[in-house]
């Protein structure tokens, strides 16, 4: 789905991307609010992405366990020991706050006024369920129904609970959209050339709001059960990857987290790999050599989580200048369904479910379908058990596939699930923390500075309402 940059470009041109204040959420004299739809959606994507694919692949990474610093350089070493403050996280806070968000209601502004883009309202509204989701996951509270729908000058935030039944709210809303005709505004209305997700294919985000939807409801299992198994029986989630792929190999087109560290740093020697992903994965799995590279003597080598790394003796996280930016796989869909049927005591659905589930972890990596039914008839042979039992080998074998893919979902399976097991099948680290481990981002100094609303900052290791 290779989409020129060009129309990303231009909407770029039009809408500044960087913000003096928090305020600018509400009011920002930069921001051009009479561009077209077709220049603004695609704006929302390319920042989400630029957001997703370096800061949160770069946390998710290593607050996964997946990679460790390099010995010999420290760029990353206080992410490592979560050694963090509230100006860590400032990039991401003003993206969403300043750009993202009113850009997205910008774009639902303009389809209220207009007709037959229902095609449009779609695609923005699942952007704003999606950041949405990533805000509270991130942060916990969010600044949604006083600085995003009514626009105060300084919001008050909503809690993570109530943002988990604003969330809720929003799929289905758009759950209850209307696809015959969404398909028709397709058709009538294109938004194939600037939608860079699905171009244009309205079943497919219908598809990734099912599997959001079932990702929040998740967080609350047996409050949502009822919801949970009629979501499930619908069987209308991703069967296709929720991908931003238009990167190109060249400066600035590349992949965010490539860009920034393997174009940009004075280093290409950084990121080295975490040995704990051999917890689960076996050392004959051929996926290892797609997920890191410099292997000394060919063969994988990684160091336990917490200790550098060095370059002479570890593999490196292999990072690829092309490489998409997931918003959503389809294997991550079908493990999600795996848990939910684990959790239903329904274990011949969630075999089914996790079966499939590698099999497509395994291609979307380049592997064959068949290499995959190898390893399932061996070492990731799913074991039908208790619910916790067969809960902990689907997220761990989740946990594996998304060293390359969504390494800050694994990050959220670890604080919501408890799995991998720290002490057990991966590290048990704290770094400078006295306790507990990295559960959250800090809220940006930006906020609290501009806005006396703003929450009190917590410490990364403070727990949210959904975490085990």
């Known amino acids: 789905m290779k989409k020129t940059l060009i129309i990303i470009a231009a909407a770029l041109s039009l809408i500044a991307t960087s913000c003096n204040n928090w305020l600018d959420i509400n009011t920002n004299p930069n921001y051009i609010a009479d561009a077209d739809m077709k220049m603004l959606l695609p704006t ?17 990474s290593f607050w996964s366990q997946y990679v460790v610093q390099c010995n010999n350089t420290n ?9 963090l403050t509230n100006s860590s996280f400032t990039s991401p806070w003003s993206y969403f706050y300043a750009s993202i968000l009113p850009t997205i209601r910008t774009i639902l502004e303009k389809c209220d006024e207009m007709e037959n883009v229902s095609n449009f309202k779609l695609e923005a509204k699942s952007m704003l369920v999606y950041d949405l989701y990533l805000l509270t996951s991130l942060y916990d509270k969010v600044a949604y129904t006083e600085g995003y729908v009514n626009r105060t000058q300084t919001p008050h935030f909503d809690s993570g609970e109530d943002m988990q039944q604003i969330i809720i709210g929003l799929c289905e809303e758009i759950r209850q959209m209307d696809a015959n005709q969404a398909a028709a505004d397709e058709k009538a209305n294109t938004s194939a050339a600037s939608d860079m997700i699905f171009g244009g294919d309205t079943d497919a985000w219908f598809e990734f709001v099912n599997t959001l939807y079932l990702k929040v409801l998740m967080r609350d299992f047996n409050a949502n059960k009822a919801k949970i198994q009629s979501l499930l029986n619908e069987n209308a989630f991703l069967q296709q990857d929720a991908a931003f792929d238009n990167f190109e190999d060249k400066a600035d087109k590349s992949n965010p987290f490539y860009e920034s560290d393997r174009r940009q740093l004075n280093t290409t020697a950084n990121i080295r790999a975490c040995s704990d992903v051999l917890g689960v994965l076996s050392e004959d799995d051929p996926r290892l050599a797609y997920f890191y590279d410099n292997n000394p003597d060919g063969a994988f080598a990684g160091s336990p989580y917490g200790q550098n790394g060095d370059p002479a003796e570890t593999s490196r996280l292999a990072l690829y200048p092309t490489e998409p930016v997931y918003f959503g796989t389809a294997d991550e869909a079908l493990f999600l369904q795996a848990e939910a049927y684990a959790r239903l005591g329904n274990a011949l659905s969630a075999e089914m479910a996790y079966m499939t589930a590698v099999v497509y972890a395994f291609q979307r990596v380049g592997e064959s379908a068949a290499t995959a039914v190898e390893f399932l008839n061996g070492p990731y042979a799913f074991q039908a058990g208790t619910e916790e039992e067969m809960v902990e080998q689907i997220i761990n074998q989740k946990w594996a596939s998304n060293v390359h893919g969504l390494p800050w979902e ?21 770094g400078v923390l006295d306790s507990g481990y990295p559960m959250r981002f800090i809220y940006s100094k930006t906020s609290a500075d501009y806005n006396p609303n703003s929450p009190t900052p917590e410490a990364i290791n403070v727990k949210m309402w959904w975490h085990k």
Do not use: C
């Open 44 to 60: 929302v994507q390319l920042q989400t992405a630029d957001k997703v694919g370096y800061e949160l692949s770069l946390y998710g």
């Open 75 to 83: 760029q990353y070493y206080t992410v490592m020991t979560n050694d």
């Open 410 to 430: 694994s990050w959220f399976d670890l604080n919501r699930t408890g799995y991998p097991t720290r002490g057990e099948t991966i590290t048990d680290f704290h």
